[in-house]
C-alpha cells in the first residue's frame, strides 16, 4: 500500500464556496490508521453545513463528508489492506454516556467532515480512529463505493428503527419516505417485520417506487393539508381494518411540514421518531402527548456495534442500495451540492475521488 505525501481534497473555505487543496498528511496516533477514500456520499448534513450555516464543530476551512468507505493505507498492521466503512459518529467508548449503551450520542464522538480537525470524506484519504471501523470482508460482488451510504444513510435509520424497537407486526409511518434515509427507513421497517408501512412524500413517482421497497402504502402531500392526509390515512386504516392508534411514526424530512404531519399522525400509545434534521421550529401541545401516552424520541447517528449487523443485511439482498445510489467524479462536487440543496437528485450521490 502506498502512503501518500499529500492528501488531495476539497475545502469547504467558507460556507457556500469550496476550494480544492493538499493538506499535509498528519502523523499517525497510536489506534489510528490513514484510509484511502472509495467514495464519499453526499448527505443532507453536509448540505445544511455547506448552504445553511449548520455549525461544524471545527470551522472553516475543512473538508465536509461523513458517508465514507474505503481501504486501509497505513497505520495498525493487522487492518493494511483492509476494505472498510467509517462510522459517521466514532464514540470515545470511555465516558458514562457510552457505558449506558448510548454511545452514538457520545459527547466525546468523532465525526468526519465535523468536528476531526480539517478531515472529511472529499478526499483522496482521511486518517480515523480504528476501534470502531466495519470491516467488510467479502463485498460479494457490490461496489466498495456503493457501500459509502451503510456509513449514514442506512445506519441512521436502522439506529432508529433499533431506538423505536420495531417489531414483528408493527404499524410503521414513515414521513420523507423519498429521500436519502426515507428509502431505506421504510425497508428496514419491512425487513423487521413491519406488517404496515405508509409511506409519506410529495413526489409521486418516487412514491410510487417504493412500494418495490417496503412500503406497503403510498401517501402524496402533493397539493393537500394537513387535515387531508390525516383524513386519507384514516380511511386506508378503515379499509384495511387497522386501528388509528399504536403507529410508529418515523420523521425523515427535517422539515416543517413533515414534522407537523408526523406530530399529526401521532395518537394513543404511538411514537414518533425524529430522524430528519430542520432548522424549524414546531408547535405543539405536549398535554397531547400526555393524553395518549404517546412518546416523541430523538434518534442521533448509529451505534458503531450496529454496523455489522446493517452491512450483512445489505449484502443478502434484504437492504436493497444500487437503486438508490448514483457515482460522480469527486470534481463535480459543487453540482452535486447544488442539484442536492435544489432537491433535484433522484437518487444519493456518491463521489469517488479523480484528483
Known sequence: MSIPKKIETWQMVEPGKLARA???VP???PGEVLVEVAGCGVCHTDVGYFY?????VNKPPLTLGHEISGRVVAGEESLIGKEVIIPAVMPCNDCDICASGRGNRCLKQKMPGNSMGIYGGFSTH???PAGDLCIVENRKGMPLEHLAVVADAITS??????RAD?????LVIVTGATGGIGVYMTQIAAAMGAREVIAIARNKEKLERSLNFGATYALSTVDKSIKDIREEFRGYCKEKRLPGYGWKVFECTGSKMGQDIALELLSFVGKMMVVGYGMQKVEYMLSR????DAEIIGTWGCLPQYYPEVLQMVLEGKIKVEPFVELRPMSQIERAFEESHSGKLMKRVVLTPDF
Do not use: C, H, N, W
Open 22 to 24: 493538499s493538506i499535509d
Open 166 to 170: 420495531i417489531r414483528e407486526g408493527d
Open 157 to 162: 435509520p436502522y439506529q432508529a428503527a433499533k
Open 289 to 292: 402527548l400526555m393524553a395518549f
Open 126 to 128: 482521511i486518517p480515523v
Open 27 to 29: 502523523e499517525l496516533q
Open 52 to 56: 445553511d450555516g449548520v455549525p461544524t
